[in-house]
């Protein structure tokens, strides 16, 4: 059976750090970077290699600058 393996991309520069995607996020792959975007804010940001690509940051994202990509991988 395949396996779904998802990504995500994250405009850091649009993002305000409202934190609500990490709070989604079911597998912990996003957290808060360290350094601040080009409006002064800290921006979400991918660190591990475990989204499903379930959607949850991208749907409750009030600003709309996650984008997630899916594929099947076989196991």
């Not at 709070?23 to 409006?39: E, F, L, Y």
Request: charged share 25%; glycine share 6%; with cysteine.
């Amino acid at each position: 059976m395949a396996k779904v393996k998802g990504a995500i991309v994250i405009d850091k520069d649009r993002c305000k750090g409202c934190e609500v995607c990490i709070t989604a996020c079911p597998t912990n792959t996003i957290r808060m970077a360290t350094a601040v975007n080009v409006k002064g804010y800290f921006y979400a940001e991918p660190y591990q290699d475990t989204c499903t690509g379930c959607m949850n940051c991208a749907i409750v994202c009030p600003d709309g600058v996650i984008t997630v990509y899916r594929k099947k991988v076989e196991n």
